[in-house]
Every structure is written in structure tokens, then in C-alpha cells.
């Protein structure tokens, strides 16, 4: 299979929407709203300073995709990025595509000049954890907490 990893554009939308929608099927916070998802990602795309998706592309179709959102950490002087919705689509995964996916995010964010890299996932997805630590990602002594309006 030809594959090439790309940053996402505006006719990506529909296919990232299902990805998401897949997703946050399995999340214990989120709920899969087409509608939200949509603007979230269109969003991202059309403002790069918001952030950059990165959708891994073969047979014809996006396979799989991560988000990269970005902030400036007042304790690292610089700017940080927060790795997020990354997914494999169902028919593609066990392959190897997530962490070639991971990998270039990684990559992708160093040459950003990122400080750090953070991501979120449900605490109790192992799979997700063992997934993130072959990375060298550490669970950090710090937790989220949310205010929603």
C-alpha cells in the first residue's frame, strides 16, 4: 500500500468527521455530535496557528488521523503542543499505522519547535497507555479538570 502522511485540508472534513465520530464512540467523556466536530476541525484547519491535523493517507481514503493543538507554557518559555483525536480507522488498525502516525506527530512537533508534547486518554484504556509509554510518554502527577459551559 502507497501511503503518505499530510497536513489535513478542507476537503479532508467528511472523512475526519467519521474518524471522529468513531472515536468518541469508545471515549467515557465525549459523545460524537457531527455537527461540533465539524467546526472543531474546520477550525483547525483554516488557522494553523490553532493547530495542524495530520491524516495518514492510502487506498484512496484518510486511514487515520491526530490532532496537534497549540499553546506558549509560561514554564517552558515556549510553545507547546497538546496531541489529540488521534484515531486508526477500524479496518486499518494492527498494522503498524499508529505509530507510524505518533511517530511523525512527534517529529512534526519538534520541528515546530514544540517544548512538549501532552496528550489526555481515558484512564482506564491500558491498551491506549502501553500504546503511548513504548514513546516514552510518562503519566504525569498532575490531573485534568474540566469547567464546560
Not at 506527530?105 to 520541528?111: T, V
Amino acid at each position: 500500500m502507497n501511503k503518505e502522511i499530510t497536513i489535513a485540508c478542507i476537503t479532508d472534513l467528511p472523512e475526519l468527521v467519521v474518524l471522529l465520530n468513531d472515536l468518541f464512540t469508545q471515549d467515557i467523556e465525549f459523545v460524537p455530535d457531527w455537527e461540533k466536530q465539524k467546526n472543531g476541525l474546520e477550525a483547525i484547519i483554516n488557522n494553523s496557528e490553532i493547530g495542524e491535523i495530520l491524516v495518514l493517507k492510502g487506498d484512496g481514503k484518510i486511514l487515520g488521523m491526530v490532532s496537534l493543538l497549540y499553546s506558549v507554557s509560561t514554564a517552558l518559555g515556549g510553545k507547546v503542543a497538546t496531541l489529540e483525536d488521534m484515531i486508526i480507522h477500524q479496518d486499518y488498525r494492527k498494522q503498524g499505522l499508529g505509530k507510524e502516525l505518533l511517530g511523525e506527530a512527534i517529529r512534526f512537533s519538534k520541528e515546530r519547535n514544540c517544548l512538549r508534547l501532552t496528550l489526555l486518554t481515558d484512564f482506564n484504556n491500558d491498551a491506549a497507555i502501553s500504546f503511548y509509554q513504548q514513546f516514552e510518554f510518562k503519566k504525569s502527577d498532575m490531573i485534568p479538570m474540566r469547567l464546560v459551559f
